[in-house]
């Protein structure tokens, strides 16, 4: 249930100033449940019922606990309760009904991040995480352990890419041509751009982080060499995203692969991903991309000024922050969140990994800003 406060209830194309105040809408809704029909804009009302709407405001209720404060800037909300704070955005209509209603995760009540990291190791089989401010660490578990990070390593490419650059050998408004061979599965769109398609550096490095672009992130590593990218991430040899897919879709080759040498290794992976497999055929487990929190933000350090990382802020709350880098990544039951972030003082990165994912992905999310919040206030 919890999944439903990551989705925008309906949202309408254009809204017209409302004369009733959110406030007072948003304070019905969570004290007395007032969701009577005519509330609700028709189009909001026919993709969300009151009775859905019901069982997502109680299970709202339920984590937040006894609503102590909300506060509202334009759309954007924030409820503060006994155990945790929700944010989101609400709009009405030109007669006051409701138009657009979006819950976000929501981030666990706690005074000190000891408070925070207590339960995070009940989210999955496999847990570390990491919290600097500057040179001090704030917290950390397993900071060291390598574990399997999904799209996250893709801050190692970027990282090698900004290598190339600084050092004269490649321009950001570079031209590459998108082939066949560079295709991968979703995320992203370029899998779908015709072959032949000149693109930027600038462009797939923006599309490989904003939007986890696997197509571009493959392009990208048969640009830049595998040795620059393993270089990089500090270790002895890299995966395209295709030739994980693919290993993933094949049990039996990724066994073979895990047990080859690395020569051997790269033969089976390319064999294994000469053809695109079947998104239906992924496992939940196979061949990952793995490294050490510490490892992650030593990356995110490293190319976090960069606007390429700021474009898609993900989970990280854009009020709490002067400037926002972001780049997580979540396959199978690997679920990762990473993030460098500025207010002024010594800039803060945190990264949470969790791998044998047994908790909701709105959970860790919630987790993961509630460590931020948690190093905000540290200190202040």
């Known amino acids: 249930m919890r999944r439903l406060l990551t989705l925008c209830l309906a949202v309408l194309p254009a809204l017209a100033l409302a004369q009733e105040d959110p406030e007072a809408v948003l304070s019905g809704l969570l004290d007395q449940r007032d969701i009577a029909p005519d509330r609700l ?9 009151p009775a859905a709407l019901t069982w997502v405001l109680d299970d709202v209720v339920a984590q937040v606990g006894t609503v102590e404060d909300i506060a509202l800037d334009g759309s954007r909300f924030t409820v503060t309760g006994t155990q945790a704070v929700v944010r989101g955005s609400i709009a009405l209509d030109d007669e006051g009904r409701i138009a657009t209603l979006f819950f976000e995760p929501p981030e666990p009540v706690a005074e000190t991040i000891d408070d925070v990291t207590e339960g995070l190791t009940e989210l999955g089989a496999d847990v570390a995480w990491l919290v600097t401010r500057g040179d001090e660490t704030l917290a950390a578990h397993r900071a060291d352990d390598v574990l399997s990070v999904a799209s996250a390593y893709k801050l190692g490419v970027l990282a090698a890419l900004r290598a190339e650059i600084e050092s004269g050998a490649r321009d950001w408004a570079d031209v590459v041509r998108l082939q066949d061979r560079h295709r991968s599965l979703p995320s992203g769109a370029m899998q779908d751009w015709p072959e032949g398609a ?7 490095a923006t599309l490989m982080i904003a939007e986890s672009d696997n197509t571009a992130t493959d392009l990208l590593i048969d640009t830049l060499g595998r040795e620059a990218v393993a270089r990089a991430l500090g270790q002895d040899r890299v995966l395209t995203t295709r030739e994980v897919f693919a290993l993933r879709a094949d049990p039996d080759a990724a066994a073979a692969w895990r047990a080859a040498d690395p020569d051997e290794a790269a033969r089976i992976a390319a064999e294994a991903a000469r053809d695109l497999p079947d998104p239906a055929a992924l496992g939940d487990q196979g061949p990952d991309w793995q490294l050490p929190a510490r490892t992650l933000c030593d990356l995110m350090e ?11 802020p993900g989970p990280v709350p854009p009020d709490d922050w ?10 199978g039951d690997t679920y990762n969140l990473t993030a460098l972030v500025w ?34 206030e540290a200190g202040e």
């Open 198 to 204: 000149p693109v930027t550096l600038q462009t797939a």
């Open 41 to 49: 804009a028709p189009a909001f009302r026919a993709e969300v019922p």
């Open 302 to 312: 490293h190319v976090g000024d960069l606007d390429i990382l700021s474009v898609n």
């Open 343 to 376: 207010d002024g003082r010594a800039p803060v990165c945190a990264v949470l990994t969790v791998n044998g994912r047994t908790a909701p992905p709105a959970e860790i999310v919630g987790a993961f800003r509630a460590l931020l919040a948690a190093a905000r």
């Open 322 to 331: 002067a400037q926002i880098a972001y780049k997580g990544g979540e396959l």
